[in-house]
């Protein structure tokens, strides 16, 4: 049943209705019924709770004000594949750089099989759309789908679920090791036309790994050029097996007409390993909430991150890493560089339950603020209830040390390029961790661009 | 109307050292609170109409205030209605040497160890002792007033300093605060007043004495310390209260304001009734302290140790409005049993070239729960701003927990700070070595606890330290093992 919540109460948005799937009972899988109960508590989640605001604590930094002002629409039908010339040249560039790996596009959140290549799949491997996964064998994602996602605490993960059609599956059996990366391509245009209200979109992924299986996902969203405004809204479920190892690297380009929104949801049984490597580069407004629970021992996480945030932009990373059983490990280290108006939030939670004994649990965040009226907002938190841990976190904020950019210019540098120089140094060793080659020069590249172009 | 009879009982205590009641006869106001009352309080005190209009504009706005839930701390609702506002021991005199002093208070405070003529003598401290609400001695008065300090209960000051009271009350903790704020400046019964003139060192460390006394009386204290320009002043507050099976309100509001060149210096030793080992009784401290650094060049120090209460709730601030101006939060807090203790700092950056420092140890045992909640802000304007903060927590025993929530807020990029948290317990290694070299467990235990304290201990003055040191051994007796 559809309700409106009612906006006296302060402290939630109502949920505008455009944002949800505007025909429910035809989203993929709602056969089963199942599924279809699942996606009808989440959608009386998100109604009957709202949208939160400043007041609640996880959003106290980051207003949905601009995301509100904006009508969207939930954009369900095939037709957002059927692009003009012109756009089609656009969504041929901004698929560079072409690496060699199995591609799954999807164009305004839809499966597009004429941009993708899935050929020679390994057997035990399965990539697909969700939207033919659900409606063919549903069964496979029972593990999955919806059954690893936080609706509760999450409410644009619960939106999602409530009107999400299409995605990424993949799911690999046991012991297989897929040598070669998977690439997933979120490719955006938004409305092309003034006249038509902005696209919102809920792509949905499922990702199991079989015991002992091995892959290495890249992500990466990006938009056309003069791409108009829309919202991504993805969810990814994660399911590792025991011993799987996922290494996971996800990159936000999306255009500075662009809201972005993602909730990972991760879950990591017994002597998992899951690695991630975040860059958040583009997008006027931004929140990720990247989810670990883990529910074997041994298992090890670890989340790393590097955010460029310029004028009229807001990026928000949340962690959220619980620790519910003994011996497990996790790593999380984000930086952040600040310029313009531009501003970055970041809030980790790692959380050690009663009887997480030996958890190993360390967070680091840095920011760097090259200009004056850059903000940045940060809480590491660490809540504990064991006492045999070795938890810590670390927090720095700073800006260029003035020695090192005159020492730069001295040896002929221009002030930019010592600044960018010192910029992409401070940023190394998370960037490292990212590969391959191609993806790593074009997030330098980017960076360099955006540095120098800037106002400062 | 001596509540107190009833409870004589529990007198004799050994759990608690020192939980006894002392028989007064207290003047007492019915249970409630109504517009009324505040202004019966009001003319109890003899206070100006304008005061009394003050604190009505508080309870006001105090019943449109929703009670906070934020901090991760648990306990019944509480009855606002049920709590008695007012409590004044039957004799006030105004006195002038101790022999005036009602000798079974006297006796209080010998059972406490700090009995008020040694400290006169040897420690060369004036104490302005309150029992319960109302300022019964006050030493030393003279000594300070040779050199302009005034330091006596609000009340009087509210009496006889109305334009400097008026000037300052409720301006760096306004009425509207917050829930507990708000509920103090309406039915705040007394507290100390401290206004040190302008390039004046205060000749000795100011102490007051809190204790909790009538049975459901809430206290609500209401401190207000001035430093102006180039002034020092070093100010200590000590808490210990009886035993009670009923839980204790106690929301006070401390206001410290330092002008260009002053310093002030804030030390409390908070040892209040935790309960019993089920988390049954004991006191609510729900505390506001503020200090703003006006002037340029202040400093404002607040250390703590906080061993005491059934509920801390504090957290002393700092906000740096001067440039260069410095601000500090030393903070040891142990919770045992079913202590709750949710505490931390604010240091908000105005000033240009502002400093700031914190070191927060939390100690958390048994059943003990403990959160550091701090925040730092550096304001657009605050060039330069500088921040160091280190929390550290140790935990003891398997069902204890310690939480760090820090709040970082930069918008000055000139701005550097750090924050370090490390979350850990007492290693085996570290035993086995004490041990080893002759150590029995407890006494290995306390001397890596104090180890672990130090940094705090530092700061405290000299008295205090070795009543912090020994009050941190006697809370985690029997924790360990």
Not at chain 1, 157 to 185: F, H, K, M, Q, Y
Not at chain 2, 191 to 215: D, Q, W
Not at chain 2, 248 to 262: G, S, Y
């Amino acid at each position: 049943m559809m309700t409106s919540v009612s906006n006296s109460n302060a402290s939630i948005h109502a949920m505008p209705n455009t944002w949800l799937s505007a025909a429910p009972n035809q989203l993929a899988g709602n056969h089963m019924t199942d599924i279809k109960q699942a996606r009808s508590v989440a959608l009386k989640q998100v109604l009957e709770r709202g949208l939160p605001t400043v007041k609640n604590e996880g959003w106290r930094y980051t207003s949905l004000r601009s995301l509100l002002a904006q009508n969207f629409i939930c954009t369900p039908s095939d037709d957002v594949l059927t692009v003009n010339e012109e756009a089609h040249t656009a969504i041929e560039t901004a698929l560079q750089p072409a690496l060699e790996t199995y591609r799954v596009v999807l164009i305004n959140g839809r499966y597009a099989p004429q941009w993708s290549y899935l050929e020679n799949l390994p057997s035990g491997v399965q990539i697909d759309s969700l939207n033919a996964v659900l409606n063919q064998s549903p069964a496979r994602l029972a593990a999955v789908f919806t059954q690893i996602a936080d609706t509760a605490h999450y409410p644009f993960t619960a939106l999602n679920i409530a009107s999400c059609d299409d995605g990424l599956v993949i799911l690999i059996d046991d012991g297989v090791t897929l040598e070669r990366p998977i690439e997933l391509l979120h490719v955006s245009t938004g409305s092309l036309n003034q006249s038509v209200t902005p696209p919102m979109m809920h792509p949905h992924h499922c990702i199991q790994l079989g015991t002992g299986a091995q892959a290495q996902l890249i992500e990466r969203f990006v938009s056309i050029e003069n791409a108009g405004v829309y919202c991504t809204n993805a969810v990814l479920e994660i399911a590792l097996s025991p011993r799987a190892v996922l290494r996971h690297a996800r990159l936000q380009l999306e255009s500075l007409n662009a809201f972005h929104i993602t909730g990972l949801h991760l879950q990591q049984a017994i002597g998992s390993d899951y690695s991630g490597i975040n860059i958040g580069i583009g997008g006027a407004w931004s929140r990720t909430d990247l989810i670990t629970r883990f529910i074997g021992e041994q298992a090890h996480c670890e989340q790393r991150g590097l955010y460029l945030v310029g004028d009229q932009q807001i990026m928000d990373y949340h962690l959220d890493i619980a620790h519910q059983v003994p011996n497990c490990s996790s790593q999380e280290q984000f930086k952040g560089i600040l310029y313009g108006q531009g501003k970055a939030v970041f809030d980790g939670r790692i959380l050690v339950a009663a009887n997480a004994q030996q958890t190993d649990a360390n967070m680091t965040n840095n920011n760097l603020l090259l200009s004056r009226n850059a903000e940045i907002d940060t809480k590491p938190q660490l809540e504990i209830y064991a006492d045999d841990v070795k938890c810590s976190h670390g927090t720095t904020v700073g800006q260029l040390d003035p020695d090192m950019l005159f020492y730069l210019q001295s040896r002929g540098l221009t002030r930019s390029q010592a600044r960018q120089m010192l910029s992409l140094g401070f940023a190394a060793d998370v960037l490292t961790t990212l590969a391959p080659e191609q993806l790593h020069e074009q997030v330098i590249n980017q960076i360099e661009r955006r540095l120098e172009t800037a106002t400062f | 109307m001596s509540a107190t009879t009833d409870n004589y009982e529990h007198l004799v205590n050994a759990e608690y050292e020192h939980g006894f009641v002392t028989e007064i006869e207290s003047d007492t106001l019915p249970p409630g609170l109504n517009e009324q009352v505040i202004r019966t309080i009001s003319t109890r005190k003899q206070e100006p109409a304008l005061m009394t209009e003050w604190r009505l504009a508080a309870y006001r706005h105090w019943c449109e205030m929703p009670a906070p839930n934020w901090a991760a701390i648990q306990h019944p609702p509480i009855d606002f209605q049920a709590i008695s506002y007012f409590s004044a021991p039957k004799q006030t005199p105004k006195l002038n040497s101790l022999d005036e002093v009602d000798p079974r208070l006297l006796d209080t405070y010998n059972k406490l160890g700090i009995p008020l003529e040694e400290q006169k003598v040897l420690a060369n401290v004036a104490v302005d002792a309150v029992f319960d609400s109302v300022s019964v001695a006050t030493t030393f008065r003279s000594k300070l007033a040779e050199v302009g300090v005034i330091f006596c209960s609000i009340s009087e000051a509210i009496r006889d300093h109305t334009e400097l009271v008026m000037r300052y009350l409720g301006t760096i903790v306004p009425p509207s605060d917050n829930f507990y704020a708000a509920l103090n400046a309406a039915v705040f019964t007394d507290g100390t007043f401290v206004y040190i003139p302008k390039h004046t060192r205060c000749p000795m460390e100011l102490s007051t004495y809190f204790r909790i006394n009538a049975a459901k009386t809430g206290q609500f204290e209401r401190t207000l310390i001035i430093a102006d320009e180039g002034s020092y002043v070093s100010y200590l507050e000590g808490c210990t209260a009886p035993q009670r099976d009923e839980n204790q309100l106690h929301a006070a509001v401390v206001e410290l304001i330092a002008m260009d060149d002053a310093t002030i210096k804030y030390s409390t030793v908070q040892n209040w009734y935790p309960g019993d080992e089920n988390g049954r009784g004991g006191i609510y401290n729900f505390v506001t302290k503020r200090g703003e650094c006006r002037g340029a060049r202040s400093k404002i120090s607040w250390t703590q140790v906080e061993t005491g209460s059934a509920i801390t709730w504090k957290y002393p601030s700092c906000i740096l409005r001067g440039d260069d101006a410095i601000g500090e939060f030393y903070s040891v807090a142990v919770t045992r049993g079913c202590q709750q203790a949710d505490t931390g700092t604010k240091m908000i950056h105005l000033g240009r070239n502002t400093r700031s420092t914190i070191v927060s140890k939390g100690i958390s045992a048994q059943r003990g729960q403990q959160s550091y909640r701090g925040l730092v802000r550096i304001a657009a304007k605050a060039e330069q701003a500088r921040n160091h903060t280190q929390c550290d927590s140790l935990l003891i025993g398997d069902r204890c927990a310690a939480h760090t929530f820090p709040y970082i807020e930069v918008k000055n990029p000139t701005a550097r700070m750090e924050h370090e948290a490390t979350t850990s317990k007492i290693s085996a290694d570290q035993l086995f070595y004490c041990q080893s070299r002759g150590l029995s467990e407890e006494d290995a235990v306390s001397m890596i606890v104090n180890g672990f304290c130090k940094q705090v201990f530092n700061e405290l003055p000299m008295e205090f330290a070795v009543e912090a040191q020994k009050l941190l051994s006697i809370s985690l007796e029997g924790a360990v093992g």
